[in-house]
């Protein structure tokens, strides 16, 4: 992959490849300064004797060092698993036992913690790494060559474990190949028109997970565009960027974030051509205002950690609200036993697609179908044209005296509720109903939405059994790092409602 990659650099290496927006003095990279640092650092993994295939866990704040260690991985044969530097000593541990990592790469704060526990768990090395260009990683690695064969590697060669966003669960470890990430990012180059000139990538997600480590970073690698790389995401500072930019990619309450910001205008958007959006569900109600406020329709895709992308809406063609577009070139994607209305089980074939979970030979035989489709999880349904529209997942369906109701469904009704901003729908334990469809409502700025007048606007617009039973009024709903609403805490939260 790596050789890849580099093959999609300009041909004048001394171009800036990566200018980091957020700091003060905005430091320059170029595609020589990505080969070179990303050579020196593998060298470094060499001379300590790692092996191809063994795991360098990284747990750090993001930044354009961090984002050559992958590359050294790459390089050397190395299986990266990016963690999110929020998770704790308990989840930490679990990870590391886990996946077993040769080297665990840390920020410089958390060092005491983190080699305390590498020591108990048997991790070989420890390093640190800041967000400014400091940490005994680099020290180490400055004393390396800064060239570097990179090692051959074929398609069935790991190169990252993934682990899920544990939105439904205990996260599982995605193990995913040199050929999975090298086919999904050729397709997405050439599918949204990726170029070298004039294309700007503002990069603004983290890089522990598939959106921003795999889908942004190799998308603009690969067709040799320059980046500008934000360590975090700040609504202001997207808006400084966004004059002579031209894609930014994001998680749906980024595009709220930013359409909530007075410097977010059309004429600031002037060279931008592309919206893409991901992760999770993005409100019928966004894509709206984005369009009427910038002009440009968000391009929505669908993915996951063990699949990378799997739908888009098209470049070119209809951008449909609340759909997430038809499945990607040499992607398959089908329903299983779909219902009356054409809803069912979303399961996947294709190049992109991992082969199966790290030390998880149970999920791996029930997770896939015996003529090798992955059960994604997601609930949806393709209509004639082949888009495909998710309904929830799962997990998250809802059967309520019998019948089943599709969470996305009933939010969708009440997001365009007079005073409601956004919802989450699900099912608690309810002595009569098995599960009761229950509502959380978020206000708008200065409403104050009653639960009565809800439920009997609700009840004009859908059947019955479909109404929430209650509809509670909170201030926000809980939503991880990548966007998404933890369902699952909310079930826990509210589980003696009706009891
Ligand atoms: P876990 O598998 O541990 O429960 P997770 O599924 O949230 O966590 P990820 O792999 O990070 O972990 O997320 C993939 C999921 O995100 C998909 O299965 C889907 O439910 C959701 N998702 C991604 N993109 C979209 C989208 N455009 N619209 C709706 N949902 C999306
Ligand atoms: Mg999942």
Redesign the pocket.
């Known amino acids: 992959l790596f050789s890849a990659l580099r093959t999609g650099f300009p041909s004048d290496w001394d171009q800036t490849a990566i200018t980091v927006w957020d700091q003060d003095d905005q430091p320059a990279y170029s595609w020589r300064d990505l080969d070179r640092g990303s050579a020196m650092l593998a060298n470094l993994f060499i001379d300590l004797g790692i092996e191809p295939g063994e795991r360098v866990a990284l747990q750090v704040e993001k930044s354009v060092e961090a984002l050559m260690v992958w590359l050294a991985c790459l390089r050397s044969g190395l299986v990266l698993v990016p963690l999110n530097p929020a998770y704790q000593a308990a989840e930490l541990t679990h990870f590391l036992r886990d996946a077993e990592p040769r080297v665990l790469i840390c920020a410089p704060e958390t060092f005491g913690r983190h080699s305390s526990l590498a020591f108990q768990l048997g991790v070989g090395w420890v390093f640190t790494l800041g967000t400014e260009r400091t940490g005994t990683l680099l020290d180490r690695a400055a004393f390396q060559p800064d060239r570097h064969t990179p090692l051959p590697r074929t398609e069935a060669d790991a190169a990252a474990i ?11 470890g ?1 193990l995913l190949t040199h050929g999975n990430l090298l086919s999904n990012a050729q397709t997405l180059v050439e599918l949204w028109g990726w170029r070298a000139q004039p294309d700007v990538l503002i990069h603004a997600l983290p890089i522990f ?2 959106h921003g480590l795999f889908v942004a970073s190799h998308c603009a690698l690969l067709s040799g565009s320059p980046m500008r790389w934000l360590q975090r995401f700040d609504p202001a500072a997207v808006c400084s960027a966004l004059e002579g930019a031209t894609v930014f990619m994001g998680v749906p309450t980024l595009y709220t974030r930013l359409l909530a910001h007075p410097a977010f205008t059309p004429a600031r958007c002037g060279t931008m051509r592309l919206f893409i ?6 409100q019928a109600e966004t894509f709206d205002a984005f369009e009427q406020h910038i002009g440009q329709r968000i391009l ?7 699949t990378g992308m799997l739908t888009s809406n098209p470049l070119h063609g209809e951008r449909r609200r609340a759909s ?1 577009g038809p499945a990607l070139p040499g992607v398959s994607v089908r329903i299983h036993e779909p219902d009356s209305e054409g809803v069912g089980s979303v399961e996947v074939q294709g190049p992109n697609v991992f082969s199966g979970y790290w030390k998880r030979p149970e999920l791996n035989a029930t997770e896939f179908t015996s003529d090798g489709f992955f059960r ?3 609930m949806g349904r393709v209509d004639a044209e082949g888009y495909l529209w ?1 309904v929830g ?1 799962a ?1 998250d369906l809802i059967i309520t005296g019998g019948f089943n109701v599709y969470p996305a469904e009933v939010e969708l009704h009440l997001n365009e509720l007079p005073g409601v901003q956004e919802s989450a729908v699900i099912g608690l334990p309810h002595p009569d109903f098995g599960e009761a469809v229950t509502a959380l409502v978020v206000p708008q700025a200065g409403a104050a939405p009653d639960e009565a007048d809800l439920l009997a606007r609700m009840r004009q617009r859908l059947a019955g059994f479909k109404c929430p039973k209650r509809i509670l009024v909170c201030a926000e709903l809980p939503r ?1 790092a ?1 966007g ?1 609403v933890q369902k699952k805490l909310l079930r826990d939260t509210h589980a003696q409602l009706y009891r």
């Open positions: 993934l682990y899920t966003s544990g939105t439904t669960g205990v996260s599982k995605a997970h598939v959006s991901g992760s999770a569900p993005l929505e895709r669908y993915g996951m950690s063990e997430v994604t999880g997601d998710l997942r997990k991880n990548m998404k």
